[in-house]
């Protein structure tokens, strides 16, 4: 990977030295350059009410995202790690301005000052968190709003015409697969250099709890969903792959009090009957009379567990977890947060550099055809050489043919091919299909019989053309493992 990023780094160099002589030619490739040294970008995207800033919140572990429809949702929002928590608006007139933060009932407030929101480029919100430390989160708006204006902004931030965005990668959010999705997945796709690439797309059920009506096994239907999508041709072309999350239960668990652990402790005490009957409706669980947890706290539960959540969590009390860390830990594992974020480190964090090389040659190669001067055809060479020559690119290229269904395999070899290519994670044991823990030995092993395998569907007669070119891709990829597995260093 350091070879592509090195050869990347190189390119923006000499682009720049050619472009000096223009301020914005210039500005735009250093920009590029010093994205290689911050974290990952990743934006988070989605139709109004899909519950972009709840997951946001869930991912960070604190309410920093506004929820509620307020002016400030309908603002590109950056969050990035900083030592101390502060806030700055971006105008479009390109003047920028500190603001003040405040919290009320735990969550951010912003105020934009008397600012219009049509003025506001953007807000920069610098919060610590370790999370924060290795991606920058961007909040956008939602996308076919009731504003015309806050919709434009996220399909313009999402998918600028002519510039590569300025994201790395993307989380979808949606709530059941809709037409509309479909459509802002396709638009999303590069047009240009790097081909359209699911590469840096995930998409999320985002509001997983609701698919099953509350009912306590909502998110195994939810996740049976998330699978069958998987599984969809169309889909399968337009993004990595799909997660089903409930963000709410996520982000409440995470910020879970010790009061509301006691409330949810009282339900549980009270006949299981009783319990059910009150979470019939949300509209019954708040009127109904009872003495504890009184009507006001009922009513607070609901808006931050949903039906669902108080569901779960009277019945893993009932079950015997017995201190409020516990049942946050459960809850947040059962939400789907986790398996979503092992899918952000493997899909994208492990990627981190690739998106980014992706990222800056996708710049350079605007650059070169907006303002195309004599010396740079070498230039315009190089950005072929490396787009063409790095594995890295062609891997990708593959593993997007392969999920469009543009090669055909049998299906064990499909599912061989696109781990093998890191469709589940880059790792040498994230391709061979091992656990973390494998030794040398094992990986060694894994790689001359995955080796041994790919040759022989390579070189078989009966191996289509389109399928014997994408099998000698894989045969390259484990060449690649083997040779990281024979190195000396890999045995210490």
Known sequence: MSALTDQTRALLRRTLDAYGDSPQAAGWLRHHLDRFDEPLRVAIAGKVKAGKSTLLNALVGERIAPTDAGECTRIVTWYADAPAPGVRMHLRSGADRPLTLARRDGALQIDLQGARVEDVDRLHVDWPSQHLRRTNLIDTPGIGSLTADAAGRAGEFLTPEETPSPADAVVYLMRHLHAGDVRFLEAFHDRGVARATPVNTIAVLSRADEIGVGRLDALISA???????????????????????????????????????????????????????????????????????????????????????????????????????????????????????????????????????????????????????????????????????????????????????????????????????????????????????????EVHDAASEALRRWRRRAESPLTGRASAEAARIVVRSCEGLLAEASRPHAHH
């Open 223 to 441: 996740r049976r969903i998330a699978r069958r999508y998987r599984g969809d041709d169309k889909l399968r072309g337009l993004c990595q792959t799909v997660v089903a999350v409930a963000g709410l239960l996520a982000e409440t668990a995470r910020t879970m009090r010790q009061d509301e652990y006691v409330a949810l402790t009282e339900l549980a005490a009270l006949p299981r009957g009783d319990v059910e009957a009150l979470l019939l409706s949300a509209d019954r669980f708040g009127r109904t009379d009872l003495d504890r947890p009184d009507a006001a706290t009922r009513i607070a539960l609901l808006e931050r567990f949903g039906l669902f959540g108080v569901r779960l969590g009277t019945t893993l009390i009932r079950q015997g977890v017995k201190d409020p860390t516990a049942l946050a830990d459960d809850l947040v594992r059962r939400s789907g947060l986790d398996e979503l974020r092992s899918v952000l480190d493997t899909q994208f964090s492990e990627r981190r550099d690739l998106l980014k090389a992706r990222s800056a040659l996708l710049a350079v190669d605007l650059v070169l055809t907006r303002e195309p001067r004599p010396a740079t055809a070498a230039l315009r060479a190089e950005v072929e050489r490396i787009l063409a020559g790095a594995h890295e690119f062609v891997e990708l290229r593959a593993l997007a043919d392969l999920r469009a269904g543009k090669i055909v395999f049998p299906p064990e070899a499909l599912a061989d091919a696109e781990r093998l290519l890191g469709g589940e994670g880059g790792s040498a044991a994230a391709r061979l299909g091992l656990d973390g823990a494998a030794g040398p030995r």
